[in-house]
């Protein structure tokens, strides 16, 4: 348990009635086993995204699944329960307390990793987008990541779909500017 | 999406991001539910030592001891007794001054035990605004020493500790008791006080103290003489390593309106193990010195901002399979992954407002430049727990100051000299 400062942290949970999809698992299986096969991937693109670092983003993944587990009868009918998972694996790599916590807790599942880790296109996005205001990076992996839409991001920032649009368009020029500055950019064109 | 920029299209940036392989090996819905089941456990055996953390790294606020505690009474309960004097034949502490008047009814006693308490309705003041979704207050029935809002909620209350002490000194002790609303991830702890009206219902005293001022949580009470001493930590929780946290008995005495600091230290120095560290290093380029071979150095300028002397600063750096090096530091432990080679090194105490230098020598194949996307080593700095007795949380970070981690990593290229 971490307790942090901001009143806007402690909200760990998103209320039941979230109902945004992660890309791609949205039909899955009641099981969790089946449930965790299918989402983990998709959850780790898009916390991966959002943090640049490959052991942060699986920690904050894998806290959000040892959460999920307990309340899965709860969970399961919900309409998109990966977006709950989502939240509070977003939630967990956004405080350093409970990316502390989440690390200590899951390090010794930690293996050596058999996939080769991330390509050199994806860590130079992932870098970029590491260099975006919080909003905007958030709005940026929701929208392109997870493809939730605007009416959906806004939703479940508490925000004006006016707001998202400005985050959404300030973070593209911000990351367009990032992957020029590093001399990395472009991955297919 | 409509994507107007003349910049990078980003549908197709995204679609490539995607699109592309396993990002990284599953670690397993059975090892999440492992993590989720020793929760589960920990909390039915310890709940009330489980607890929260939090570093207060922010200035103590010793001065608003008296505003910030005033005896939270809700609204409906009745008022308490405790200014009935003492009649002079009770029982009195020898610290205690009793009342000269006696009236002729002896003062409800007080004295309630922690399996009575804990299968009683409780007058509850209110929780921060973070639990209040969470944690039941106002009138709360209590079931072996538990409540919680609803059998559902993760978080509940548990009555940890109960200790008796006369806090009105009307020669009959009081209640005293360490309650806190704890769930996986976050939790209070306060300290309340409880007496008896003249009807023996179980009224409320107040609020003796909680998270207030830099207290991130309480670990323990005892009585002394009419006051209650309490156990406050600096930090707890899963996150923070053994010995980090610093504690400290503070005393609170009921002033007849509401419980006061009265002894004790109003707050804690500065945690000795929180320092802001610094990592900085430049690309390295590495210098053709054989056939197939180039070679060069990577200097890492490692810096201690303060407040406190960094005993034992870890620092991990992770350098692509093919690069070797050729000379570490001398406490260095090298793995392999399939992201590059982690070097975890011990390096040498380093004093408030110092740096040092963290020279590794590196030698790699010149095929490794030939690749479109240069070769890139990453550093983190931090002052690391040495580890328990059995190695356990060995480099565990301690944590710095808020807002000051950012300057943690660093990361660069690794260039071939034209």
Sequence with gaps: ?189 | MPENDNTPNFDELFTAYTSGGPLAAPVGAAAAQHVARRRRTTRLVAAGVLAVAVLAATPAIASTWTDQNPPALPANTPTPTLTTPAPSNSPTPSTSPTPSATPSTPPPDGLIGKAELGNATLELPAWPEYLKEHCPAGRVTFSDGTAQLAPSSELRITISDVVHTDLDRDGAKETVALINCSGIEMGESRVLAFDRDTSDSIETIGLVTGHTGDIAWIRGIRATGTAVEVQVMDAAGEGVVDGFAQSQWRTYSWSGKGFVQSGGPSAFPPNPRVTDLSISGDDVQLVPDGADTASGTLSLTVSNQGPQRATDPYLTVVLPTEVTVTSLPTKCETSKSSYGTRYRCWLPALAAGADSVVDFSLSAPQSIFDGAQPGQWTAKIVWGFTGTETGDGEGWPYPEPDGAEDDNSANGNLLLAP
């Design chain 1, 1 to 189: 348990m971490v307790r942090t400062h901001g009143p806007g942290d402690t909200r760990e949970e998103p209320p039941p009635t979230v109902a945004e999809g992660v890309g791609g698992v949205d039909n899955v299986g009641d099981s969790f086993e089946e449930f965790y096969a299918a989402a983990f991937q998709p959850l780790m693109l898009q916390l991966y995204a959002y943090t640049a670092d490959i052991d942060q983003a699986r920690d904050a993944v894998q806290e959000a699944f040892s959460r999920a587990w307990p309340r899965w009868n709860k969970l399961v009918h919900y309409d998109r329960p990966a977006a709950w998972i989502r939240t509070v694996a977003m939630n967990v790599a956004r405080s350093r307390w409970r990316r502390l916590r989440a690390a200590r807790a899951h390090a010794r599942f930690r293996r050596d990793d058999v996939t080769e880790g991330p390509s050199p296109d994806r860590v130079a996005l992932a870098r970029a987008l590491a260099t975006l205001p919080e909003k905007q990076r958030r709005a940026i992996v929701l929208f392109h990541v997870a493809d939730l839409s605007i009416t959906e991001i806004a939703d479940q920032e508490g925000a004006a779909t006016g707001t998202v649009k400005s985050w959404l368009h300030r973070g593209r020029a911000a990351l367009a500017t990032a992957l020029s500055d590093s001399g990395t950019e472009e991955t297919n064109a």
